[in-house]
């Protein structure tokens, strides 16, 4: 079986989708069709290098408004007028439409109000249901994806900027599954002239409970929406004019399970204990936070970061892309970022800036021309896995189009890109599909569709001219290809539909896949399924269909009939060891295996008189004698430790001698000490008390302490002394 495109990122298009009526094969869900942004789909079966001159144009339609955007898919939705393949866009006034994918009619639309333009494409949740589209009034909008009925409920439309004066959301939403969590991304930015008082910023929308977090790249301590012309620190920002405007707008990494934003623009000083991030690559945590304070988790900036502000040649006119190390590499994360100063940043994304941390300059593993470059580039790469494993990068741009493969550099075993093919013709954003690469470039007559071999860029069809483009991409699914241009809505197939055949997902307890519906798959194609565990619990086995299991997506052969992929899970146990010292005990004594992401208890019983002096491990807490570890992710040990009681034992002594020891005395609990009296000549001992003890000859003992207690000594002269004075002075 072929390998996927970046294994790493687990969670890809069609294997987040979930359960929605009877779903196809590959659903394209958001821009770049995968979590990555990779621009590459697996699962086409139908349209091969072989058969892709045969494509012929099914419809060119007009559209209710102009749009530069990418389209967005899901297959057999429920509509009011039956079950369509539904493709959705986003135009330029915030009008999002959806379409019958077949014939390019209009099944629903819904208009948003405020200031133009948007160049965002929506992005259709995982199950299926919702639409999520950026509005021109700032807002991020909910539609059922059968009918378009706005949800108004929940907090919805969710704020996007607070400014929508002066920022806007330009690149597409996006979504990632972590956690079993999902959460929609939407990024901002500023309209042509750079002018006003807008910071870019990520939005993070928490899809299970609708809360939201906002990470600012300018003043990134201050995480809430900024106000036009607030108060600097409190609800603005004085540092300026910075955005995301790369087109997929936030990317999720699987592998390092962080989410990725490419900021241009404006200052940066984080490498001086500053909160502003112009021109940087900024990794965060999934929920869009980073490590406290307005840091992110890590964070790559280039040593030329004042020249790209001061010349506006952005590094966040596009987002990073990730990519697969190859076999030996020292390197296990890796990105490629480029920008408008048309340069490749390779980056360790374990290292962005080399050292692990935020706030660095440089750092990265190698920066090098794009092949033919373009001055203010501002296209997307994409990344495709050709058949022998090999992870190849296209960049594309109104000069050319290259194709580079990641290579092992045989000396530092780190990755590096390698210039492999060079096509002087101007093209948009590309895709791969079925192991032919697609974009829209210049022809004679306008502008043109093109299917190219990916290994060496050579032409395998033409369309007929599309109309006119800005940074326009096509998408191409389920045997059809698309392309929304300006006013026009066309599609490209090979004139027959395909055969298909059901798919059913089967799961036990502890666990679901994603899509859980039978899937009608093209004869030929795969099918990928998300296998995500109940808390607690991990993928037991997966199996059916002739599919291979990678992280947590199983991904089936090539569909030739009607089967099942059956999933299991298994509880997931972490080794929970107590250990107690002399004098005490824990119970239970014995290692427990405590389910991921579960606490246990301990209780601890000193001996007699002896009392708990430490207790850790498992970041638990005590409370009384019992001690409740943390949630558990890993085999841990609690170790206890016991120590005596203690009193204070106080000797006093009066006049007429002395006590010794004469200071206080720490006793431990259940034990005696002693005291020696000493008279002062003429004198005798009196009367010793406390403690319970008993006086033998000049040694006073106490009983076992069991509190603080006091041993008091008198003294009194000694009557035989008195007497014999007395007896001298009578015979005198």
Known sequence: MRTTPLLRTCLLAAACAAPFGTAAAADWLQWGYDVAHSGSNPDEATITRDNVAQLTRRYNVTMTATTNAAPVLARAVVTPGGTKDLLVVTAQSGRTTAYDAFDGSVVWTATTSGTAPTESSPAIDPNRQFVYAYGVDGKVHKYAIGDGVEITAGGWPQIATLKPSVEKGASALAFAITH??????????????????????LTTIDLSTNAQTVFNTLCSD???HMILNGQNGVNDCSS????????????????????????GNGPFNANNGGKNWGDSVLALKPDGTGAGGGMPMDSYTPTTYQQLDSQDIDLGSATLTILEPPAGSTVQHLGVQTGKDSKLHLIDLDRMGGTGSAGAVGGAIDVINVPISQSWMKTQTASWIAPDGANWVFIANGNGLS???????????????QPTWQNSTNATSTIVVNDVLYHVGSCSGGNCLYARDPLNGS??????????????????????????????????????????????????????????????????????FAIIADAGYAIDAVSGCNGQLNGATYRTGPITGDCTVTASFALVGHVVTPIAGPNGSIAPSTPQTIADGATTSFTLTPDVHYRIDTVGGCG?????????TAAISADCTVTAAFTPITHVVTPQAGA??????????????????????TPDAGQVIGQVTGCGGVLAGATYTTAPIATDCTVSATFVADPDLIFRNGFDAATR
């Open 459 to 528: 032409v395998l069809w033409t369309s007929p001219t599309i109309g006119g483009i800005k940074w326009q991409s096509p998408i191409l699914v389920n045997g059809a290809l698309y392309v929304a241009a300006g006013t026009r809505l066309q599609r490209f197939d090979l004139g027959n539909p395909p055969v298909t055949h059901s798919v059913s997902p089967s799961t036990g307890a502890h666990g679901r896949i994603v899509p859980e519906t039978p899937q009608l798959v093209d004869d030929g194609a795969t099918q990928p």
């Open 620 to 628: 638990g807490s005590l409370q009384g004698q019992v001690y409740t």
């Open 222 to 224: 201050v995480a809430i």
């Open 656 to 677: 007429g001698g002395t006590i010794a020891p004469d200071q206080p005395q720490t006793i431990d609990e259940g034990t005696s000490t002693s005291f020696t009296l």
């Open 180 to 201: 079993n969590t999902t959460y929609l991304y939407v990024v901002s930015n500023g309209y042509v002239g750079d002018g006003g008082d807008y910071q870019g910023h």
């Open 240 to 263: 300026r004019q910075n955005g995301i405007w790369g087109r997929p707008g936030a990317v999720y990494d699987a592998g390092t399970d962080r989410v990725y934003i490419t900021t």
């Open 403 to 417: 194709g580079l493969k990641v290579t092992l550099n045989a000396t530092t075993n780190k990755p590096y890109l």
